[in-house]
Nanobody, 128 residues
Framework: EVQLVESGGGLVQAGGSLRLSCAAS????????IGWFRQAPGKGREGVSC????????YATDSVKGRFTISSDNAKNTVYLQMNSLKPEDTAVYYC?????????????????????WGQGTQVTVSS
């Protein structure tokens, strides 16, 4: 099972930027799809963005398109989520996740398969 460690969360004003990092401990980084979920207080976990390492294909939920960019540094086994133009509604705990592919359901929402792995989460707070 791959181990994931997130970093980069914090407090930022609306309109600001943050970059989250997810470091994966695996010898087969290319075999994975790494993504980000978030969970706001009192809400369910939402799939935000995902990147398939082997071909760098990506997914992003509509609410972050044009603001968030996912990328990978394969030499460092690390995936980044660059978050720009942050809004108070982006406030949540952000979780890194690993799977073999970026899975989407019939509604087009990103989800993690049953054999996926989770990181411990990092808090992102956007003040108005």
């Amino acid at each position: 099972e791959v181990q994931l460690v997130e970093s980069g969360g914090g407090l930022v004003q609306a309109g600001g930027s943050l970059r989250l990092s997810c470091a994966a401990s695996t010898f087969t980084f290319d075999d994975y799809a790494i993504g980000w979920f978030r969970q706001a207080p009192g809400k369910g976990r939402e799939g935000v963005s995902c990147i398939r390492i082997r071909d760098a294909s990506t997914y992003a939920t509509d609410s972050v398109k044009g603001r968030f960019t996912i990328s990978s540094d394969n030499a460092k086994n690390t995936v980044y989520l660059q978050m720009n133009s942050l809004k108070p509604e982006d406030t949540a705990v952000y979780y890194c996740a690993a799977d073999r592919v970026c899975r989407t359901n019939s509604s087009g929402s990103y989800y993690l398969g049953i054999f996926g792995s989770w990181g411990q989460g990092t808090q992102v707070t956007v003040s108005s």
